[in-house]
């Protein structure tokens, strides 16, 4: 058997992993919930690097959405969904209509937790509760189950419930 030249092992190998991201599930943002992107950086081959927001509704607080900001890495790697995005984020959450709160919420929960590649990397949005001032914080950061020294970007954002 004659040996396969490396170009085709190798575009063998981009379309089998192209293939595992497509059937792990998007490692993307709902593209529902996408406002907007600028793209950052060309490259020849691929998507842009791009900074794109996205939006997310928390499910138990009517009237708040929140607003993260990202970084996508794009190139070969990024557009078949194998990159590793940086872990810098920045988060914005506000009153766009009348605050509600459904139930009684716990000092802290994950409201929004989304794959940022198809192995081991989140981006959560925690919600935490400042019953004393009546302010709902909301911190965005990262998981990545082979990093040892945890998630160290991150943001935070209140939302008063007394206007």
Do not use: Q
């Amino acid at each position: 058997m004659m040996p396969r030249p490396i170009s085709v092992l190798l575009t063998a190998s981009f379309l089998a992993a192209g293939l595992l991201a497509a059937l792990s599930g998007s490692a993307r943002a709902d593209e529902s919930k996408r406002i907007g992107a600028v793209s950052t950086t060309f490259r020849i081959l691929g998507k842009n690097d791009k900074v794109v927001v996205d939006r997310y509704d928390d499910p138990r607080v009517a009237g708040v959405s929140c607003y993260v900001s990202r970084a996508e890495t794009g190139g070969v790697k990024g557009s078949l969904g194998l990159a590793t995005d940086p872990s810098r984020y920045s988060i914005a959450c506000r009153a766009t209509g009348p605050v509600e709160i459904h139930g009684t919420l716990p000092e802290n929960e994950t409201v929004f937790d989304e794959k940022a590649n198809i192995f081991f990397k989140s981006i959560r949005v925690n919600r935490m509760y400042d019953k004393e001032k009546r302010v709902i914080l909301y911190l965005v950061w990262s998981t990545l189950a082979l990093a040892a020294d945890g998630s160290p970007y991150n943001s935070i954002t209140a939302v008063p419930l007394d206007r």
